[in-house]
């Protein structure tokens, strides 16, 4: 007897995969601190945005979380989002296994200081981030279909602004706080410049991404297939 589920859309598995690839990849960059220019000064970040190298990488969360949501309704972005919970733990004992094994005598073999210094410098931030993550990421779903009921549907970029605007700023406190100043050696004063510039800097992606949520959103519903018609309308 065959299997008359329809298979999930190459725009469901994508969403995904995005999800959980940048997911992954803001943990094993955070540790780098980027400083972008300003052509003014700003209250509390000065002359220039610092923020960690994830920032980007960890926008696209939202960016998929947003579509994904829209697009499959709650309760299968609440999956997707312990999904990528679990995948962060997948990542600790993947990178730990790898560091603690025996390496090879080899000419050109890396420096294993570095390697672990580089690597390893990740746990603090995935225990930074695991802490950011199951508040922020599960507010923005909330806060997401709570804004979408409201308005009954309507004002898509209310909900992908407002949702992503609020957890974004939860995840930047409770990220920098952790693995930066708890279990990290930034100052406070430093702590709080690093919140504003990634906040400002998330902020700005969640606006600048808008109009690609619409055009997602619109490409999986205009489809005409039985496929897309299945998995196009939320709960």
Known sequence: MSDARPAPSPVQVGLIGLFVTAIVTAQVTASK???FGLPFELPL???ALVLPGA????????????????????KAATVVVNVGF???FV???LVWSTIEAPAASIPGQIDLAAFRSVLGSSTSIVVASLSAYLVSQNWD???FHWIRDYTDGEYLWLRNIGSTATSQLIDTVIFILVGFVLLGSTSPSDAVALIAGQYLF?????VVDTPFVYAVVAAVRSRKTAS????????
């Open 91 to 93: 990542l600790l004992v």
């Open 45 to 47: 970040v000065g002359g």
């Open 55 to 74: 920032a980007l990488a960890y926008a696209l969360t939202f960016f998929a979380s947003d579509c994904y949501s829209e697009l499959y309704g709650r």
């Open 202 to 206: 998330k902020l700005l992606v969640a």
């Open 228 to 235: 897309a018609t299945a998995y196009s309308r939320p709960e």
């Open 141 to 143: 779903v909330f806060a």
């Open 86 to 88: 679990a995948m962060n």
């Open 33 to 35: 601190l980027l400083s």
